[in-house]
C-alpha cells in the first residue's frame, strides 16, 4: 500500500520559515520523482514543486521560487520542503505525492493527510 505521511506544518508568522516532511512507504522511492502541492480553503490542490530521482533536479511553481527549497533523502524515504519568507498566500494543506503533475500515471492514487501551514501575524 503506497502510503505518504506529512508533518511539520504549523502556525508561521509572514517572513518565517517552516521545514514540511513527507515519510513515503509502499513504493521503491529512490526511483520516483516526488512532489509537493497545497490546497488552500475553498480552492483546488496545486502543484507546488518536483524533484527528480537521480541527479536530482528541481522545479518550482513561479510564486515560490527563491524562498521554497525541495530536497530528498533516499535512505529514509523523506521528502523535505523548507519553507522561507512565509506569505500568507501559502496558507494551505501541503501533501506530497510521487510523479510529478504532468505524468498522471506517475502519480500514486492515493494521499495522505497533508499537513497544514497556516501564515498570520
Known amino acids: 500500500q503506497v502510503q505518504f505521511v506529512e508533518s511539520g506544518g504549523g502556525l508561521g508568522q509572514p517572513g518565517g520559515s517552516l521545514r514540511l516532511s513527507c515519510l513515503a512507504s509502499g513504493f521503491p522511492f529512490s526511483t520516483y520523482f516526488m512532489s509537493w502541492y497545497r490546497q488552500a480553503p475553498g480552492k483546488e490542490r496545486e502543484f507546488v514543486a518536483w524533484?527528480?530521482?537521480?541527479?536530482?533536479?528541481?522545479e518550482y511553481i513561479d510564486s515560490v521560487v527563491g524562498r521554497f527549497t525541495i530536497s530528498r533523502d533516499d535512505a529514509k524515504n523523506t521528502l523535505y520542503l523548507q519553507t522561507n519568507k512565509l506569505k500568507p498566500e501559502d496558507t494551505a494543506l501541503y501533501y506530497c505525492n510521487r510523479g510529478t503533475h504532468h505524468s498522471a500515471a506517475t502519480v500514486a492514487s492515493s494521499w495522505g493527510q497533508g499537513t497544514p501551514v497556516i501564515v498570520s501575524s
Open positions: 524533484i527528480s530521482n537521480g541527479r536530482e533536479t528541481t
